[in-house]
Protein backbone atom coordinates (compact mmCIF):
# COMPACT_ATOMS: atom_id res chain seq x y z
CA UNK A 1 0.00 0.00 0.00
CA UNK A 2 1.47 3.21 -1.00
CA UNK A 3 1.33 6.03 1.39
CA UNK A 4 2.78 9.46 1.32
CA UNK A 5 3.83 11.95 4.37
CA UNK A 6 4.26 15.29 3.96
CA UNK A 7 6.42 17.39 6.80
CA UNK A 8 7.83 20.76 7.22
CA UNK A 9 5.01 23.49 6.32
CA UNK A 10 4.85 26.18 8.88
CA UNK A 11 4.18 30.01 9.18
CA UNK A 12 6.88 32.36 7.60
CA UNK A 13 6.96 35.68 6.68
CA UNK A 14 6.86 37.16 3.41
CA UNK A 15 10.06 36.83 1.76
CA UNK A 16 11.60 34.09 3.66
CA UNK A 17 11.78 30.63 2.57
CA UNK A 18 10.80 26.90 3.32
CA UNK A 19 11.42 23.68 2.38
CA UNK A 20 8.49 20.65 2.33
CA UNK A 21 9.05 16.66 2.45
CA UNK A 22 7.02 13.97 1.02
CA UNK A 23 7.81 10.89 2.14
CA UNK A 24 7.02 7.65 0.26
CA UNK A 25 6.22 4.09 1.52
CA UNK A 26 5.14 0.93 -0.18
CA UNK A 27 6.42 2.11 -3.68
CA UNK A 28 10.58 3.31 -4.47
CA UNK A 29 10.00 6.47 -5.97
CA UNK A 30 12.76 5.90 -8.30
CA UNK A 31 10.35 3.15 -9.57
CA UNK A 32 10.21 3.58 -13.84
CA UNK A 33 6.46 2.28 -13.17
CA UNK A 34 5.68 6.59 -12.10
CA UNK A 35 5.10 8.90 -14.91
CA UNK A 36 5.30 11.96 -12.35
CA UNK A 37 6.25 13.45 -9.01
CA UNK A 38 4.06 16.14 -8.35
CA UNK A 39 3.15 18.85 -5.70
CA UNK A 40 0.37 20.63 -5.72
CA UNK A 41 -1.72 23.38 -3.42
CA UNK A 42 -5.33 23.50 -2.42
CA UNK A 43 -7.03 26.82 -0.66
CA UNK A 44 -10.41 26.81 0.89
CA UNK A 45 -13.26 26.91 -1.90
CA UNK A 46 -10.45 26.40 -4.25
CA UNK A 47 -9.39 23.67 -6.86
CA UNK A 48 -6.09 21.81 -6.35
CA UNK A 49 -3.46 23.92 -8.10
CA UNK A 50 -0.07 22.11 -9.72
CA UNK A 51 2.65 23.71 -8.76
CA UNK A 52 5.71 21.42 -9.96
CA UNK A 53 6.25 18.12 -11.28
CA UNK A 54 9.33 16.12 -12.10
CA UNK A 55 10.05 13.20 -14.38
CA UNK A 56 12.61 10.44 -14.04
CA UNK A 57 14.07 12.35 -17.18
CA UNK A 58 14.91 14.91 -14.96
CA UNK A 59 12.34 17.14 -16.75
CA UNK A 60 10.48 20.05 -14.93
CA UNK A 61 7.48 21.77 -14.83
CA UNK A 62 6.36 24.41 -12.35
CA UNK A 63 2.80 26.49 -12.27
CA UNK A 64 3.71 30.26 -13.44
CA UNK A 65 2.98 31.44 -10.07
CA UNK A 66 6.00 30.02 -8.81
CA UNK A 67 8.35 30.33 -11.44
CA UNK A 68 12.12 30.74 -10.38
CA UNK A 69 10.94 30.52 -6.82
CA UNK A 70 10.50 27.08 -5.90
CA UNK A 71 12.19 23.98 -6.80
CA UNK A 72 11.55 20.17 -6.93
CA UNK A 73 13.61 17.61 -6.25
CA UNK A 74 13.78 13.86 -4.80
CA UNK A 75 16.66 11.77 -2.74
CA UNK A 76 16.22 8.47 -3.92
CA UNK A 77 18.27 7.14 -0.87
CA UNK A 78 15.63 8.47 1.47
CA UNK A 79 13.07 8.08 -1.01
CA UNK A 80 11.81 11.44 -0.09
CA UNK A 81 10.68 14.49 -2.48
CA UNK A 82 11.00 18.00 -2.23
CA UNK A 83 9.45 21.67 -2.89
CA UNK A 84 12.07 24.36 -1.85
CA UNK A 85 10.02 27.27 -1.77
CA UNK A 86 12.14 30.83 -1.52
CA UNK A 87 10.85 34.42 -1.38
CA UNK A 88 7.47 33.06 -0.43
CA UNK A 89 4.09 35.53 -0.44
CA UNK A 90 0.97 35.48 0.96
CA UNK A 91 -0.55 34.20 -1.94
CA UNK A 92 1.39 31.03 -1.50
CA UNK A 93 -0.48 30.01 1.38
CA UNK A 94 -1.74 26.92 0.76
CA UNK A 95 -2.44 23.10 2.03
CA UNK A 96 0.72 21.62 -0.15
CA UNK A 97 0.09 18.47 -1.02
CA UNK A 98 2.10 15.46 -3.19
CA UNK A 99 1.33 12.97 -5.46
CA UNK A 100 2.62 10.52 -7.81
CA UNK A 101 1.32 10.10 -10.79
CA UNK A 102 1.75 6.83 -12.29
CA UNK A 103 2.14 5.34 -15.94
CA UNK A 104 -1.55 3.75 -14.99
CA UNK A 105 -3.16 7.03 -14.38
CA UNK A 106 -3.61 5.79 -11.06
CA UNK A 107 -2.63 8.98 -8.59
CA UNK A 108 -1.02 8.25 -4.81
CA UNK A 109 -1.68 11.39 -2.64
CA UNK A 110 -0.40 12.42 0.88
CA UNK A 111 -2.41 14.33 3.47
CA UNK A 112 -1.13 17.51 2.90
CA UNK A 113 1.18 20.05 5.20
CA UNK A 114 -0.21 23.91 5.76
CA UNK A 115 2.13 26.36 4.76
CA UNK A 116 0.77 29.99 5.91
CA UNK A 117 2.62 33.15 4.93
CA UNK A 118 2.30 36.26 6.84
CA UNK A 119 2.52 39.71 5.31
Known amino acids: QVQLVESGGGLVQAGESLRVSCVASGINIASQMIDQMRWFRQTPGSGRELVASLRHSGTTLYGDSVKGRFAISTDDAKNTMYLQMSNLKPEDTAVYLC??????????WGQGTQVTVSS
Open 99 to 108: NLKMWTNTNH
